[in-house]
């Protein structure tokens, strides 16, 4: 039997697995069966805990989006992660050095059981993102397939994002100009798509669409994204509240030349195991 834990971080869900103690390998067409809320576990990521290559880090964190594809961060994620090799008695250190395809996170366990995440800096250099635009500004105009010009930040938090301003996260056509946006050939690498709503300099309301996976309730490195780019633009106070439809998060980036700060909840669901003969079938 393959052992996993079920967990969430404002409902944005995980399937955690522990490559360690377990012998894991998954193919694309298995990580896709789990994910499927139908006919597999349902996820909107799946996580795995490895061993580090290097000897300073803590642990390797690998991520897969429900379709399957490898990616290289997840905000939510990584507290759920953080909270997952504690809890399981994988470590006793309340912050961990975490090895991601992006660079080392640091997440602390707080003792209210929340989890602040060091998220790293973020990258505005269109070929970091990457996006195709031929130099770096603070918003770009981009053509969109059925709608008017759209303007969006891009940024990398580790992984792509773009990020436009709407008037109101309930009425955005999240579901239209998301998938679109998501294969815009200006994002070679695909992106996650932010609909920000200012409520004041403080707040922000925020609905993802994001790669790979569809809307989700919450995005880590989507807050994350639209909270550095609504600095960048000037709407912004430094430290800003972010609500997602899943709840809360706080994004903290204390100065141009800073890591990003994201603090919020993750919780443990449920442990399941599915028998390997299942998997083999897919
Ligand atoms: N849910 C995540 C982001 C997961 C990866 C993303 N879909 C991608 O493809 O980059 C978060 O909380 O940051």
């Known amino acids: 039997m393959l052992k996993f834990s079920k967990m969430h971080g404002l409902g944005n869900d995980f399937i955690v697995i522990d490559a360690i103690q377990q012998n894991v390998q998954l193919s694309t067409e298995q990580i896709r069966f789990m994910a499927d809320r139908h006919f597999g576990i349902g996820c909107d990521q799946l996580l795995l805990v490895e061993k580090s290559t290097s000897a300073d880090v803590d642990f390797r964190y690998r991520i897969f989006n429900a379709d399957g594809g490898e990616v290289s961060q997840c905000g939510n994620g990584a507290r759920c992660f953080a909270r997952y090799v504690h809890d399981q008695g994988l470590t006793t250190k309340e912050t ?19 989890v602040r995440v060091d998220m790293g800096k973020p990258a505005f250099a269109p070929e970091k993102v990457p996006f195709m635009a031929e130099s770096e500004a603070v918003t770009y105009l981009i053509d969109v397939q059925g709608y008017d010009k759209v303007e969006i930040a891009s940024v990398s938090m580790g992984n792509p994002h773009a990020v436009m301003l709407v008037d109101d996260v309930d009425t955005a056509v999240v579901e239209k100009i998301g998938p679109v946006m998501e294969s815009h050939e200006r994002f070679p690498e695909r992106v996650n798509v932010g609909f920000m ?14 790669r790979g996976s569809g809307e989700t309730t919450a995005c880590g490195t989507g807050a994350c994204a639209a909270v550095v780019t609504g600095i960048r633009r000037g709407l912004l106070a430094r430290d800003v509240t972010v609500s997602l439809p899943g709840g809360q998060l706080q994004i903290s980036w204390p100065d141009e030349n800073a890591s990003v700060w994201m603090t919020g909840p993750a919780e443990h669901v449920f442990d399941g195991e599915i028998a390997w003969s299942t998997l083999q079938q897919i």
Request: overall charge negative.
């Open 197 to 210: 709503q200012l409520v004041n300099s403080e707040t922000i309301r925020l609905r993802v669409f994001e």
């Open 96 to 114: 961990i050095a975490v090895e991601t395809a992006s660079g080392v996170i640091y997440p602390t366990i707080q003792a209210d059981g929340n």
